[in-house]
């Protein structure tokens, strides 16, 4: 029924300039806007539907958004020197990266309080 349907994922923020901000200026994403929403542009894929929901929004409590880079160490870099904060979850080593069992990976929040990460592809 739908294996010809051009699928897409999205979430909620509680500020959609924010968000805009973020997913543009601080990770790079070509971001367009329309209706009051976003649209990431995510290479490989469909867009990624960012729609407001203001105070009614509740932060995922999973990661929405991962991130393959092909260097992690130099990724976490960049991104802190952009002011972004990494989780410190159990396990995550003093520079963000998580280094126990599966993939290395770093954990983070958009604005709206949205899981995200960065993972070593």
Known sequence: MFENTKAFSGFSVDDIPAAK??????LGLPVTEENGMLHLQISGG???LV???GPAHKPATFTILNFPVPDIEATV?????RGVAFEQLPGVGRDGISREGGPLIAWFKDPAGNWLSVIQD
């Open 77 to 81: 870099k960049q991104l802190k020197e």
């Open 51 to 53: 729609y407001p929901k």
């Open 46 to 48: 469909n867009p990624v």
């Open 21 to 26: 901000q973020f997913y543009n200026q601080v």
